[in-house]
Nanobody, 118 residues
């Protein structure tokens, strides 16, 4: 059973930074893609950033609202995916979830709360 554990959330002021981590219980090489989603109160869960394995290259996708501010990366040796969040805005507030995708199944972490005050 794959487990994903997120950490790094917290309460920050607008303009500050946070770095989220997602540690997988096994090798992240078995996943086709890993990503970060977020869910604000009263809203649907949305994709924030995704890294997709494509042979020798990794493909990165970002929500328009975070382009230029957030960076997704991974460290295969540590089975970890990161989300570096800079210049945070109040609208970035929400629960951030890590997702890992295999052809037949998606896995989710329990989420970590990010709150950005104005």
């Amino acid at each position: 059973q794959v487990q994903l554990v997120e950490s790094g959330g917290g309460l920050v002021q607008a303009g500050e930074s946070l770095r989220l981590s997602c540690v997988a219980s096994g090798s992240i090489a078995m996943f086709n893609a890993m990503g970060w989603y977020r869910q604000a109160p009263g809203k649907q869960r949305e994709l924030v950033a995704r890294i997709t394995s494509g042979g020798r290259a990794n493909y990165l996708n970002y929500a328009d609202s975070v382009k230029g501010r957030f960076t997704i990366s991974r460290d295969s040796a540590k089975n970890t995916v990161f989300l570096q969040m800079n210049s945070l805005k109040p609208e970035d507030t929400g629960v951030y979830y890590c997702q890992a995708r295999r052809p037949s199944q998606d896995y989710w972490g329990q989420g970590t709360q990010v709150t950005v005050s104005s």
